[in-house]
Nanobody
Framework: QLQASGGGLVQAGDSLRLSCEVS???????MGWPRQAPGKEREFVAA????????YYADSVKGRFTISRDSRKKSGFLQMNDLAPEDSAVYYC??????????????????WGQGTLVTVSS
């Protein structure tokens, strides 16, 4: 089970750190952070290979967001800097056992946690 937390209301340019707590054993190959803004489809934001720590980012967040994980504590993190209003969305913590290219497609994630809402005001 995955549980995301850390969302909130911030101003443009601010930072937030999202956390994902894993209950039990993390069985996925990748942990990812898809997001969904109101009226829009879910989109990929970032993912990390649980073993090895390789990271993957959407172009829109490269250089601003950093994904990490603590495999010993079974936790994942998404550090979000220089937030913009277009980053406003519900952010989900999810996992997939697919191949590397699957991390970019939210429909390929097998398990989803509850989302956490991020609202960025201008």
């Amino acid at each position: 089970q995955l549980q995301a937390s850390g969302g909130g209301l911030v101003q443009a340019g601010d930072s937030l750190r999202l956390s994902c707590e894993v209950s039990g054993r993390f069985s996925g190959t990748f942990m990812g952070w898809p997001r969904q803004a109101p009226g829009k489809e879910r989109e990929f934001v970032a993912a990390i290979r649980w073993s090895g720590g390789f990271t993957y980012y959407a172009d829109s967040v490269k250089g601003r967001f950093t994904i990490s994980r603590d495999s010993r504590k079974k936790s994942g993190f998404l550090q979000m800097n220089d937030l913009a209003p277009e980053d406003s969305a519900v952010y989900y913590c999810a996992s997939t056992n697919g191949i590397t290219s699957s991390v970019y497609d939210p429909s390929m994630y097998n398990y989803w946690g509850q989302g956490t809402l991020v609202t960025v005001s201008s």
